[in-house]
């Protein structure tokens, strides 16, 4: 026929030079076919099981084209005009089917694109989250063990603090234990201190008779001395009355020598020891009142002088203890004052000890947990921030994956539609559902 020759495209050479490929994509169909879900980043499916048996081409297309083919090779001599309308409206129909399988083909190109870029954007979200995980539960660990070592250190410095407080509770034992010592030594030393104020008491009350003895003894003195005196006045007029008074008189001046030196002696230990003079008047006062006296005897004198030196004595054995127990006293209030300034010494530096430790322990412990605090706070930061990102992506990339399941829908129904104008065409067999 001369449309055969003229260029015009009839459904054998349309046949012959532009069939349809078949859309088959081999592994990839089966990929996708044996790939039920693609897991997102919180391990949600992305695309479930789909047909994608419309995407590998129609059988039943390519055998209708082969039989529109195998009819127009044998009706190529026939000159019937139905046979050639209906060959030319085979033809048209074939190229506008042509027209739509290009269509198609693109479609499921762009389809397979999409796809092929959808997965690959889950496998790499996929292995971002698995990254992120792996950097959470790193730092997890880091985490743990920082918090591991902050409670060991702490632990370390609760045992510490319990031994500080142990040896603070022993030296406040021993320090009580030395006060109730030094309260009990003073309490002895006051007792001493009474004993020897009631000693001296005694010792001032005993001086105090003494002097008084000694007083009455000194004005015993001054008669016997106005009695010599007188008797030495009688001895001077019986010399002037004869011999025998003479040497009377001699042994008179002599026992009067004697007495003056004993008396000058009882002075000179009387001005020693302290005690002034009862009479300080003028020889001649004294001799008038010497002479008014009553007589003492030598041997009364001599025992008296005897008893003041007894006193002396007694008197300065007295000051001698006096001024031992004095000492004492003086000794033990000075061992006293020391070992309260010792005592006094230890505790300040125990209290500087204490502080020093729990200052440097506190401040230790204080910056420790200033530092991990501040750890754990930028590790809750970054994990909120990796969390908040996290959900961000997989929000987006649901929407996407909603995106492309409406697209694959849409793409779907115009293959339906496509299919049902095909079958819907006189010159096609219906196709089985």
Not at 213 to 236: G, H, I, N, P
Not at 325 to 340: I, S
Not at 386 to 399: I, K, M, N, V, Y
Request: hydrophobic share 35%; proline share 2%; charged share 30%.
């Amino acid at each position: 026929m001369s449309s055969s020759h003229d260029g015009t495209p009839t459904p054998t050479t349309i046949r012959v030079r532009d069939m349809v490929p078949t859309p088959m994509w081999g592994n990839e169909v089966l990929a996708l076919k044996t790939r039920h879900s693609c897991e997102s980043t919180d391990g949600s499916f992305i695309v479930g099981t789909e047909d994608l048996s419309s995407f590998e081409g129609d059988d039943s297309d390519e055998k209708l084209l082969a039989l529109l083919g195998d009819l127009a090779l044998g009706a190529e001599e026939t000159e019937d005009p139905t046979a050639r309308a209906l060959l030319d409206q085979c033809g048209a129909l074939w190229e506008e089917v042509h027209v739509e399988a290009e269509a198609r083909w693109e479609l499921q190109c762009r389809l397979r694109r999409e796809l092929q870029h959808l997965q690959d954007r889950s496998h790499w979200q996929h292995a971002e989250s698995g990254a992120f995980l792996q950097r959470l539960s790193v730092a997890r660990e880091a985490l743990a063990e920082k918090i591991q070592e902050a409670s060991s250190e702490n632990q370390t410095l609760r045992q510490r603090l319990l031994r500080h407080r142990a040896e603070e509770e022993q030296l406040q034992c021993g320090l009580a234990q030395n006060l109730r010592h030094l309260s009990a030594r003073a309490a002895e030393l006051r007792a001493a201190v009474w004993e020897v104020g009631v000693d001296q008491a005694e010792l001032v009350e005993k001086l105090r008779r003494q002097t008084e003895q000694q007083a009455l003894l000194q004005t015993e003195l001054q008669q016997e001395r106005v009695k010599t005196w007188r008797q030495s006045t009688d001895v001077v007029m019986a010399f002037a009355g004869g011999k025998e008074s003479g040497k009377e008189l001699e042994r008179e001046e002599a026992d009067r020598v004697l007495l003056e030196s004993q008396l000058a002696e009882v002075a000179s230990r009387a001005a020693a020891v302290g005690i002034p003079p009862l009479c300080d008047e003028e020889p001649e006062v004294a001799e008038a009142v010497l002479a008014a006296a009553d007589v003492v005897p030598y041997a009364t004198l001599l025992g008296h002088l005897d008893g003041v030196e007894e006193l002396r004595a007694a008197m300065e054995a007295l000051e001698g203890s006096c001024a031992q127990a004095t000492a004492q006293q003086k000794e033990e209030e000075e061992k006293l004052e020391t070992e309260q300034l010792e005592l006094s010494r230890l505790t300040t530096e125990m209290a500087d000890a204490e502080a020093t430790v729990n200052g440097q322990d506190l401040d230790q412990a204080t910056s420790l947990v200033s530092v991990l605090c501040g750890e754990l706070q930028s590790e809750q930061a970054v994990l909120r921030e990796e969390r908040s990102a996290a959900g961000r992506r997989r929000d987006l990339f649901r929407a996407q994956v909603e995106e492309k399941r409406r697209e694959l829908a849409r793409l779907r129904e115009m293959n339906d539609r496509l299919v049902e104008d095909l079958n819907s065409k006189g010159c096609f067999k219906h196709r089985k559902p």
